[in-house]
C-alpha cells in the first residue's frame, strides 16, 4: 500500500503521530505553503515568515531522516494556494491508495479534511495528534456533569495524572498553587535578561524577502532586525534552555508585571515553539521541575510556569474542541463595536494601549497580562465586537491558532461565553494597569482622575460597563463588592461616568484595516 500524506504547518515535531504510520520507501508526504493559510486572515507578516521557514526546516530535517517529501513554497508557479487544491495536483501525478495526515489543530481545517474522502475518492485516515497530553474526548470526559469548569480542579487533576511537582499524593510544597507570590511589580532598577535571539539562515532570509514582496499589506513589522524565532528544532531546545538558565528564576514574581518598553520580561516567549510543534508541553515541564529539584528556581516561579502549560494550554484546547463550532459565534454581551483605528496602527493618547499594540506590532508577541489585562480589558469595557477582537488576537500574535486563541478571547477577555471558562469578567480601571506596570507615568490621562477629560478612560469605562451589564452580573458572587460600590455611587456620579464614557466611546475611529 502506498501512503500520501499531508502535515500542516503547526505540526512540526519528528515524534506526529502520522510519521510513524509512514514507510519511508513507498510513502510520500506534501507539505505546502498555501495563499489560504495566510490570508483567510491577514496574518501578521513576522508570524507567515516564521511558520514558513520552520516549515522548510521541517521539510528538510524529514528528508534528511529518509522520509520523501514534496514541498510547495508560496512563490512557485504552481503553487494554486489552498489544501484541497493542492492536495489534488499532489495526488494526481502520485498514484496512491490512502490519504493518511494527523488531525488539523483548528475546526475550519479539520471540517476541510473530512471533505477530501469523498471529493478524491481515496480512503482517508485522520490520527490522533498526541503531542497534547490530553485528548478532547479525556477532556469531555472530565467535563461531564460538572456545574462548572474551573481551571483550578482541572489543573489538579494534571498534576495528579502526570506526577508533576508531586510528592506521596500531595503537591510539593503542600500548596497547588502560589499566585499570591506571584504578582510583585519591580522596584528600583532590575535586570532583565535580553530574549533569546536565534540566528538567521539564507532559508529564512529567502523567506522574509517573499512574505515582504507578497503580504505587503498585512499588519506588522518584518525584516532581519525584528526575526528573533527559533526555525529548528535545535534551535527553539536552546530557546527552552535560555528560559530555564535565565529567566525562569523570576518568572513567577514578576509574571504580571509590565515596564514601559520592555516587552519580554521573564516571560519564556515559548508559546511560538510549541505551537508549532517545534517544542512539545512535557519536555518544558519536564525542564522547570527539574530546575527545581536541581535548586536553579524556586518553587512558585517553576509552579506558576508549569500551571501555564499543564493547565491553561490543555484547558483551553479542552474547551475549544468541546463547545465548537458553536463556540465561534457566543455574543452573551452582545458586543458588536468596531475595532479602533488604533488597533492597526493609528495613535492613541492611551499609553499602556500604545506600548502593547506597538510591540505587538513589531515583534508578534505580547505577554499575557498585557493581553488581558490592557488591550483585552479595553476590549471588554468598550464593547468591541467580538467577531473583529477575534480576529485581531489571530492575526497579530506569532503564537495564534483558532484553537488557544479563541477560548482566550471569547471565553477570557470578553466573556462572550457567558461564563464557560471564567466565573467573572476579567474588568479593571486603570488603578490595576497602574499598579502592575510604570505606564501612566507617561501617559496623557491621569489614571488618580476618576472623571473629566483628562481622566484615565478605564476609570469611567469600568463602571460604565457594570452598570451597563447589571442585569447579568449584579447577583454574581464575586462582583458583589462592585455592586454595592456602585449602588452608594450618588446618581450625579453615575449620569457623569456614563456621559463621560459615551463620548470616549462616540470618539474612537473605526479601523479601516479590512
Ligand atoms: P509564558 O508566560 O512564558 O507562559 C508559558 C506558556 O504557557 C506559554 O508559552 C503558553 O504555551 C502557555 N500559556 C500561558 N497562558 C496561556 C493561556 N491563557 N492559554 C494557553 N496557553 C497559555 N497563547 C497562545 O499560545 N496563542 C494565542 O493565540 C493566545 N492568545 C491569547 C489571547 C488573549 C486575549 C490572552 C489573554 C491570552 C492569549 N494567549 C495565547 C495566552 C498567553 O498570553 C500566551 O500563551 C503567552 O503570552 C505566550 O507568551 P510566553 O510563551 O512568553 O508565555
Ligand atoms: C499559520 C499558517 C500559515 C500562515 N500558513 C500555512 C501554510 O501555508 N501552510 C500550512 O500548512 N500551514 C500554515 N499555517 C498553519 C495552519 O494554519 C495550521 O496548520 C492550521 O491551523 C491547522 O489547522
Ligand atoms: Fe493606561 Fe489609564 Fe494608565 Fe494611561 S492612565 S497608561 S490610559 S491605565
Redesign the pocket.
Given at each position: 500500500m502506498k501512503k500520501a500524506c499531508?502535515?500542516?504547518?503547526?505540526?512540526l515535531s519528528e515524534s506526529l503521530s502520522v510519521l510513524s504510520h509512514l514507510d519511508k520507501e513507498k510513502d510520500t508526504i506534501l507539505?505546502?505553503?498555501?495563499?489560504?493559510?495566510?490570508s483567510y486572515v491577514k496574518?501578521h507578516k513576522a508570524?507567515?515568515a516564521f511558520?514558513?521557514s520552520a516549515?522548510r526546516h521541517f521539510a528538510l530535517r524529514l528528508q534528511e531522516i529518509g522520509f520523501k517529501v514534496i514541498y510547495t513554497q508560496?512563490d512557485s508557479k504552481e503553487n494554486t494556494g489552498n489544501?484541497t487544491a493542492e492536495l489534488k495536483r499532489f495526488l494526481a501525478t502520485y498514484d496512491a491508495d490512502a490519504l493518511i495526515f494527523t488531525e488539523?489543530?483548528?475546526y475550519?481545517?479539520?471540517k476541510m479534511a473530512q471533505s477530501w474522502e469523498t471529493l478524491f475518492n481515496i480512503p482517508v485516515k485522520m490520527l490522533e495528534d498526541d503531542r497534547f497530553l490530553i485528548t478532547p474526548a479525556e477532556f469531555s470526559h472530565w467535563a461531564a456533569n460538572k456545574k462548572n469548569l474551573l481551571l483550578e480542579f482541572f489543573y489538579r487533576m494534571m498534576r495528579k495524572k502526570f506526577n508533576i511537582l508531586m510528592k506521596d499524593g500531595h503537591p510539593i510544597g503542600e500548596q497547588w498553587n502560589f499566585d499570591a507570590t506571584n504578582r510583585q511589580f519591580p522596584k528600583g532598577n532590575i535586570s532583565i535578561p535580553s530574549p533569546f535571539n536565534a540566528p538567521i539562515d539564507s532559508i529564512t532570509m529567502e523567506v522574509i524577502d517573499s512574505v515582504n514582496e507578497k503580504f505587503s499589506g498585512h499588519f506588522g513589522e518584518l525584516s532581519k532586525s525584528n526575526f528573533y524565532f527559533a526555525v529548528t528544532r535545535i534551535d527553539a531546545l536552546r530557546a527552552l534552555d535560555d528560559f530555564i538558565n535565565n529567566r525562569l528564576i523570576q518568572f513567577g514574581d514578576y509574571q504580571d508585571a509590565m515596564l514601559e518598553n520592555e516587552p519580554w520580561m521573564f516571560h519564556s516567549h515559548l508559546s511560538f515553539y510549541l505551537n508549532?510543534g517545534l517544542l512539545l508541553p512535557l519536555e518544558c515541564i519536564n525542564a522547570a521541575e527539574e530546575a527545581y529539584h536541581l535548586g536553579k528556581a524556586p518553587l512558585n516561579c517553576v509552579e506558576g510556569f508549569i500551571r501555564q502549560i499543564l493547565g491553561w494550554r490543555e484547558y483551553v484546547r479542552g474547551i475549544y474542541w468541546l463547545y465548537m463550532p458553536n463556540y465561534a459565534s457566543m455574543n452573551y454581551l452582545q458586543a458588536n463595536r468596531p475595532l479602533p483605528d488604533f488597533f492597526w496602527g493609528a495613535q492613541t493618547p492611551m499609553n499602556c494601549l500604545s506600548q502593547c499594540i506597538g510591540q505587538t506590532q513589531k515583534w508578534a508577541y505580547a505577554h499575557h497580562i498585557q493581553r488581558l489585562m490592557v488591550i483585552g480589558n479595553f476590549a471588554l469595557l468598550c464593547g468591541l465586537s467580538v467577531k473583529e477582537v477575534n480576529e485581531w488576537f489571530l492575526v497579530v500574535y506569532a503564537d495564534a491558532?483558532?484553537?488557544v486563541e479563541m477560548p482566550n478571547v471569547t471565553g477570557m477577555i470578553l466573556y462572550a461565553d457567558g461564563g464557560l471558562l471564567g466565573s467573572k469578567p476579567y474588568a479593571a480601571g486603570g488603578s490595576y494597569i497602574n499598579k502592575m506596570s510604570n505606564y501612566c507615568k507617561n501617559c496623557h490621562y491621569k489614571v488618580k482622575e476618576k472623571t473629566g477629560t483628562t481622566a484615565c478612560p478605564f476609570n469611567y469605562l469600568y463602571w460604565y460597563f457594570l452598570m451597563q451589564h447589571e442585569d447579568k452580573f449584579r447577583t454574581n458572587p464575586r462582583m458583589s463588592m462592585m455592586y454595592s460600590t456602585l449602588s452608594k455611587m450618588e446618581p450625579q456620579s453615575r449620569l457623569l461616568i456614563k456621559a463621560n464614557a459615551e463620548d470616549f466611546l462616540n470618539s474612537l475611529k473605526p479601523a479601516k484595516y479590512t
Open positions: 499531508i502535515i500542516f504547518g503547526d505540526q507539505m505546502c505553503e498555501v495563499n489560504e493559510e495566510a496574518h508570524k507567515i511558520v514558513f516549515m508560496i489544501f488539523p489543530s483548528e475550519r481545517v479539520k508549532c491558532f483558532e484553537w
